[in-house]
């Protein structure tokens, strides 16, 4: 069977990992030379710990296990299973930790509440005088964005049945099957399947005109190294406000404790953070939905952040070397894990995983492919 993936991003590397793996023959088509999107300016977190119950959680789940055996293969896209720890400074943030604790799945997600002590002894350069303790969640991991795609697609080429056709636009379904691309070459295939990203104008648009799927803005950053280790990736309890499974009472009543500072309630932000290979920290981020967005960054969300982090790190910041924003394609209905749709014959459309497209994309392709009987 011969495949056609449009999209170089983590969900299209994905599908084509399973065709090739499957052994099917994969075409491999991306507009630019390599991966530009969301793909490769995320934090890189496959994040289980925030999840919602069910579909959600078990995809996540799945998919930390498929990148873990991945990251053995390709050990270039530096998997770590190096958990996280959400820091809590207040009684009302620790009522938060506890709940989810509480809650049934809490072991799956390798939950546990940690004091201050034992969240220094996890994370040592969590020094700041405000840790009151953490929750810690065993399953989260990293991977590293900029690099994973690319060594990826350097292991699917030692398959010899991978062609990698990068530079290329698709702009047209031509029949059954087959696109053409902009250079007026058509390509064929048994099925195809467009993994485009946050690009939902033009082809997208003219394929499926009512897509349930928004895009979302985020701003980010980068450090020079720490210059020690950053043994976990680490989270604010701000983060509590954006992942379903601190839904709750205990949530509502921490909000309603304490007001957030301006920046952060503006530009929606929360602390994630995790340490790049050559020691750096990916700092983030915000989130802005209504479009047309800012095509500039604005400062105050960063000053907030790294507020927020010099107080966990008791330290100043290592000097900020880059900053960015990237969007990514969000299911309106947000508790849908991925937006797959047939949008003709033998032709399937695969967005809109949202905040957790690198967590989840293994297990989203594997199910692609298992529900087209690849
Ligand atoms: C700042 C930021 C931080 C994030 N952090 C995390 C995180 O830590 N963990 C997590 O789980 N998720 C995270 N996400 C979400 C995650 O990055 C996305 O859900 C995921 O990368 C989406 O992958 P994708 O392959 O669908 O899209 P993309 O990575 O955007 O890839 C789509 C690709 O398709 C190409 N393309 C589009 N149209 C065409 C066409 N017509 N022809 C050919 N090629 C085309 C584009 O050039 C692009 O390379 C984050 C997102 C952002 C923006």
């Given at each position: 069977m011969r495949v056609i993936v449009v999209g170089a991003g983590v969900v299209g590397t994905m599908h084509a990992w399973h065709a090739i793996e499957r052994g099917h023959e994969v075409v491999h088509i991306e507009r630019e030379a390599e991966a530009r999107g969301a793909s490769v300016r995320n934090f890189g977190l496959v994040w289980v710990s925030g999840r919602a119950g069910g579909e959600e959680l078990d995809t996540a789940l799945r998919a930390r296990e498929l990148w873990e055996a991945i990251g053995e293969r390709v050990p270039?896209?530096?998997?770590?299973?190096?958990g996280s720890l959400t820091v809590l400074t207040d009684p009302a943030e620790l009522a938060v930790a506890e709940a989810a604790a509480a809650r049934p799945d809490a072991a799956a997600r390798g939950y546990a509440l940690l004091t201050a002590e034992e969240t220094r002894a996890a994370n040592?350069?969590?020094?700041?005088?405000?840790?009151?303790g953490a929750l810690h969640c065993e399953r989260d991991a990293a991977v590293e964005p900029r690099v994973a795609q690319r060594a990826l697609k350097d292991k699917l080429l030692e398959s010899g049945r991978y062609t990698f056709l990068g530079g290329?636009?698709?702009?047209?379904?031509?029949?059954?099957r087959a696109v053409r691309d902009d250079h007026g070459d058509v390509h064929t295939a048994d099925a195809v399947v467009l993994c485009?990203?946050?690009?939902?104008?033009?082809l997208v648009k003219e394929l499926?005109?009512?897509?349930p799927v928004r895009r979302v803005r985020l701003q980010m950053m980068q450090t020079d190294?720490?210059?020690?280790?950053?043994t976990t990736s680490v989270a604010d309890a701000d983060s509590f406000r954006y992942y379903?499974?601190?839904?709750g009472g205990a949530l509502d009543a921490m909000a309603a404790a304490r007001q957030q500072p301006p920046a952060a309630a503006e530009h929606r932000a929360q602390l994630l953070m995790v340490q790049r290979a050559d020691g750096g920290l990916t700092i983030g981020d915000t989130h802005e939905y209504?479009?047309?967005?800012?095509f500039d960054v604005v400062e105050d969300p960063y000053e907030h952040l790294a507020g927020v982090v010099e107080g966990l790190l008791g330290r100043p910041l290592p000097t900020v070397r880059r900053r960015w924003a990237g969007v990514y394609a969000q299911c309106t209905?947000?508790?849908?894990v991925v937006h797959r749709q047939r949008?003709?014959?033998?032709v399937w459309l695969v967005t809109g995983?949202?905040?957790?497209g690198m967590t989840c994309s293994p297990a989203i392709a594997e199910r692609t492919a298992n529900e087209l009987g690849w």
């Open positions: 270039g896209l530096g998997f770590r299973a190096n040592p350069a969590l020094r700041g005088s405000a840790v009151l290329r636009e698709v702009r047209e379904i031509t029949g059954e485009t990203g946050a690009w939902l104008g033009g499926a005109p009512d897509l190294p720490l210059g020690e280790a950053l379903p499974a601190y839904a209504d479009a047309p967005f800012d209905d947000t508790a849908r949008v003709r014959d033998g995983p949202g905040g957790r």
